[in-house]
Each structure stands twice: as C-alpha cells, then as structure tokens.
Nanobody, 123 residues
Framework: QVQLVESGGGLVQAGGSLRLSCAASGMIFGINDMGWYRQAPGKQRELVATITSGDSTNYADSVKGRFTISRDNAKNTVYLQMNSLKSEDTADYYC?????????????????WGQGTQVTVSS
C-alpha cells in the first residue's frame, strides 16, 4: 500500500534546471532517510543525494554545488532541485525512502523505491 511516485523528469538543455518530486503515500507512521539515485545507460546505479529526518544532507561529488535535496514532511515529499545541468546528468532517476509502516501486520522500517523518471540533458 505504501508507494513512492516521482514526477518532474523530462528533456532540458545543458545549463538548464529541473526539479524532481517524489511523494510517499499510504499508511505511514514515519519517514526516516530519503534519497535520490540515478542510473545512466551501461552504468551502475549510483547515489545522487540523501537527506535525513533531521535535514542533514549528503551529495555525490559530481553534483555538489549544482543539486539541492530537500523534504517537506507535512507532504511526505522529497525534492531534487537540479541546476546547471550537464549532459552527463542524463539518467533514470529513482527516489528512495525508509518508511515506518505496517507490513503483514507488523510495524517495521522498510526501504521503498519509486518507479524512476527519465532526465535527458541535451547540448
């Protein structure tokens, strides 16, 4: 019943900006760490940015200074503001969240993944 739904992907020119959103829904008792990952063609999935429940953030070196991760706990949503986009940012972007919820009658913490959204940066 808990799920993550991403939005905001698309095609943008190099130097442009996009904002990705990921909203969690369902019977949620709490959300711990949230993050964004990406996977380019022929490459492994890599961490882009994470944010804790206390708003502590981490970024991959390749996006530091250009991307900003944030969250709105009232909306159960995490965002990724992407500025100064480069062609090498082209990838499928995936949202991840550690969520406390009932699974099979037990209250547990579990990592959920979004379906992925395509970001294409053209030159």
């Amino acid at each position: 019943q808990v799920q993550l739904v991403e939005s905001g992907g698309g095609l943008v020119q190099a130097g442009g900006s996009l904002r990705l959103s990921c909203a969690a829904s369902g019977m949620i008792f709490g959300i711990n760490d949230m993050g964004w990952y990406r996977q380019a063609p022929g490459k492994q999935r890599e961490l882009v940015a994470t944010i804790t429940s206390g708003d502590s953030t981490n970024y991959a070196d390749s996006v530091k200074g250009r991307f900003t991760i944030s969250r709105d706990n009232a909306k159960n949503t995490v965002y990724l503001q992407m500025n100064s986009l480069k062609s090498e940012d082209t990838a499928d972007y995936y949202c991840n969240a550690n969520i406390r919820s009932f699974r099979g009658g037990y209250l547990v913490n579990y990592n959920y993944w979004g379906q992925g959204t395509q970001v294409t940066v053209s030159s």
